[in-house]
């Protein structure tokens, strides 16, 4: 298979002039996806591609086949374990692409739509939230064959769940059905495996609708204070001052006060 063609993205158009949704599918199905380093670098390659396109307002991300992603590449691990400058760099590349995600100015959701383990989970966890198919089942797996998370599982997973429900999932290398997933938190919403991918793209109607620029700033501010995990004041206080220069400086915001006032739909310019 060429390198191109281990990530594949479709652009859907959203209709009524909302822009488009950006599915990026995952492309080993025989193999269960697995998150070698050239699948990584493809990843990266075509995130390049949605960020440049300025019609997309949410990224899909999923899988061909009947898994999301089973994890890392393990027998290629054979080969980097003893290239360590080699492994180095692809851990490098694994998180910035993954942590890119977060960057984004537009919603990142996972559709989780079968087998989902390790390194899956941990695209997962870097994800804005997720939907799960019905048939699906998530976990980690790592310790099941001698490995440790290092793509983010153990410093994202106990913030999503809390501390003692990561411990269960990660030591236990059990996976949970798509009910329990959302009951733990990985997922928002189960959904039917054959409405899986409508159901992102509602969600991204939804999204398309509102102000861009206003969507972009409430991830930065959301993303930052979760990750930052300091205090309810330090937190406010950045959370006021970015609400403060939006409303005072964008056109959307006071657009979207004039279309209020005048029984409207708002016309948002993105600025």
């Keep these: 298979m060429k390198k191109n063609d281990l990530v594949q993205v479709e652009t859907i158009p959203l209709g009524r002039g909302l822009g488009a949704a950006a599915v990026v599918r995952l492309n080993r199905p025989a193999q269960l996806n ?22 997309v307002r949410a990224v899909l991300i999923t899988g061909n086949g009947r ?49 989902t383990a390790a390194g899956g989970l941990e695209l997962v966890l870097n994800c804005d939230f997720a939907l799960i198919a019905r048939s699906a089942r998530i976990g980690d797996g790592h310790l099941n064959f001698g490995q440790m998370g290092g793509g983010g ?26 009910a329990e997933a959302v009951e733990w938190g990985l997922a928002s ?8 991918l409508n159901a992102g793209l509602e969600f991204a109607i939804d999204v398309a609708a509102k102000s861009p620029l206003a969507v972009a700033n409430v991830k930065r ?31 959307d915001a006071y657009e979207g006060l004039e279309a209020f006032a005048e029984k409207r739909k708002p016309k948002f310019k993105g600025r």
């Design 34 to 55: 697995p998150l070698d380093w050239d699948t990584i670098k493809a990843l990266d390659a075509r995130l390049d591609d949605v960020a440049s396109d300025k019609k």
């Design 153 to 178: 599982v153990l410093t994202l997973l106990p913030r999503i769940i809390g501390k003692s429900r990561a411990a269960e999932l990660i030591y236990s290398g059990r996976l949970l059905s798509a």
């Design 67 to 115: 898994a999301f992603s089973a994890g890392g590449d393990l027998k290629g691990y054979m080969k980097l374990y003893r290239d360590p400058e080699a492994f180095r760099c692809f851990l490098d590349d694994l998180h910035r692409t993954f942590y890119r995600l977060q960057l984004l100015p537009i919603p990142a959701v996972a559709l989780i739509n079968g087998v």
């Design 189 to 196: 919403r189960v959904v039917d495996d054959d409405v899986l």
């Design 221 to 251: 501010v959301m993303n930052r204070l979760w990750a930052d995990n300091g205090s309810v004041e330090a937190g406010a206080r950045f959370e006021a001052e970015t609400d403060e220069f939006y409303c005072l400086t964008s056109h």
